[in-house]
């Protein structure tokens, strides 16, 4: 197979790495950055961002690597003519469907709670899979891509001050690279969003939760460092979050998730209860009005049609 990038690299291991993890994203329906890839590569032979860059467009031309698994977060495309209805009947059919209507509907979890979470993590890369956890439990998530802007945190402070003043306590949650940059991150986000947020700061938390040397040592991540940009050699006690498989970081965000419900005394599974309680009596009621929406969609059919 054709080689890219740093003389005497071998690719075999990386290669078999590659097949093998967009394999099993296709398998599970997942999708992620080639970004996210190469931080997995690095973990078995330290090379260039570039390198492997060129290495994954050949395996992609080559048809070795699906491209459906691959996505590209940075350029986005707008087109509500693809979110637009063939007619009225279509749009009714769609709307007043009672599995559709069902599953639309959520239930807020955090509105009236005596504690709000958030949290953020610092690669966008593993945005796909931090996402299922955070939607299972309603919590906002953001993937800030290192330090996120002052204008972000302005916004954000602004929506805590409003949350602290009607007596919630705000628990934001920090996950970054084990490295220098990762480490100072909570702390400035803290620094920061106190500075900026207008009320009394008591129940106002920030922590960082990951990574940590303890997590690398329990998921068994030793020999996963980040390597310098300079010698591509593995930086000692330096590890990206992309050293955890998808199932351990989700299952380790879970732990951590809650760790903390129990601390603050969430009873997070009568919410879930309840919002499927609702979700049941939503259909039901649905279930019970559908022949009479199926005339409204009769009669609008046919309403002026000649």
Known sequence: ???????????????????AYTNSLLASNDNTLIRHLYYKAIGINPVSYQCIDKHITKLRENGI?????????????HDLEAQSFTNVDSFLKTWFNPDTV???????????????FELWVEKEAITS????????????????RGFCSITWLKKNAQAF???????????????????????????????KLEGYIDADLTNFHVDR??????????????????????TSKPLQGQYE????????????????????????????NTV???????????????????????????LLKNYGGD
């Not at 690597?65 to 495309?77: A, Q, W």
């Not at 939760?209 to 300079?230: C, I, R």
């Open 129 to 144: 899979f931090v996402i299922k956890v955070c939607n299972r439990y309603r919590i906002p998530f953001f993937a800030s």
């Open 161 to 191: 001050s409003e949350r602290l003043n009607r007596g919630q306590t705000v628990q934001l949650l920090v996950f970054t690279d084990l490295d220098k940059h990762g480490l100072m991150i909570a702390d400035k986000y803290k620094e």
């Open 209 to 230: 939760v990951g990574l940590d040397l303890a997590q690398v040592q329990k998921y068994g991540k030793t020999a996963f460092m980040k390597p310098d940009k300079k």
């Open 1 to 19: 197979m054709t080689r890219f990038g740093v003389k005497n690299i071998d690719y075999t291991a990386i290669d078999q790495m590659l097949i």
């Open 65 to 77: 690597i699906d491209d459906s698994v691959l996505v590209d977060t940075s350029r986005k495309r």
């Open 272 to 298: 879930i209860e309840s919002e499927k309680n609702e979700k049941q009596r939503l259909y039901s009621g649905l279930q019970f009005y559908k022949s009479k929406l199926e005339k409204v969609v009769e």
């Open 241 to 268: 979050i992309d050293c955890l498989e998808d199932s351990e970081l989700q299952a380790e965000l879970e732990f951590i998730l809650q760790s903390y419900f129990n601390k603050y005394g969430v009873a997070i």
């Open 102 to 116: 069902a599953d639309y509907y959520s239930q807020k979890y955090w509105l009236e709670s005596s504690v709000y």
